[in-house]
């Protein structure tokens, strides 16, 4: 049967019987992968009255431990969005009474970004269901399937220097 980007190659083979066009049927089948992941994630934080960003930053705070704040530079660099786009999201996310900006008097330069209690009760309820319902986007791959995807995309992210959250 085949998928779009095998559609894709053969229409390249025919046109340029010549050229090796393999590199395409990777980035072409993660791309388009990307893109329907974005889709079917959107969906489901829809479900939830959340855009999908918003439960990447609240749970991003989550992940960060006791007191469950981080700096705009940190939450930037896990984003990695532009600086005024974070300042934008924990405007908003602010607004909704899901984080709180933390101001120290000692440095107020340093304002970190804190989860309410509201935004904490949400990601404990959103990121079991969050998990299985990735879980379902991938039920077709089997453990072993699986494992070697995961050390697979390990390895191109690593070579892309990919490898850290800061």
């Not at 894709?8 to 010549?18: H, S, Y």
């Not at 039920?139 to 995309?153: I, N, S």
């Amino acid at each position: 049967m085949g998928d779009a980007v095998d559609a894709l190659l053969a229409q390249w083979a025919r046109e340029r019987p010549g050229l090796d066009v393999w590199p395409m049927g990777i980035v072409g089948r993660i791309s388009r992968l990307s893109r329907l992941f974005d889709r079917e994630l959107k969906e489901f934080f829809a479900k939830h009255g959340l855009e999908h960003w918003e439960f990447d930053v609240l749970a991003t705070l989550r992940r960060a431990g006791p007191p469950y704040e981080l700096t705009a530079v940190a939450l930037l660099r896990a984003a990695m969005v532009t600086s005024g786009a974070i300042t934008n999201r924990i405007d908003r996310l602010e607004a909704r009474g899901l984080v709180e900006r933390v101001r120290d008097a000692r440095d107020r330069r340093l304002v970190p970004v804190r989860l309410t209690p509201r935004g904490w009760q949400i990601v404990e309820e959103l990121v079991a269901l969050h998990v299985a319902n990735e879980a379902r986007l991938l039920a077709v791959l089997d453990v072993e399937d699986r494992d070697r995807l995961a050390g697979t995309l390990r390895a191109l992210l690593e070579s892309l220097g990919d490898t850290s959250l800061e």
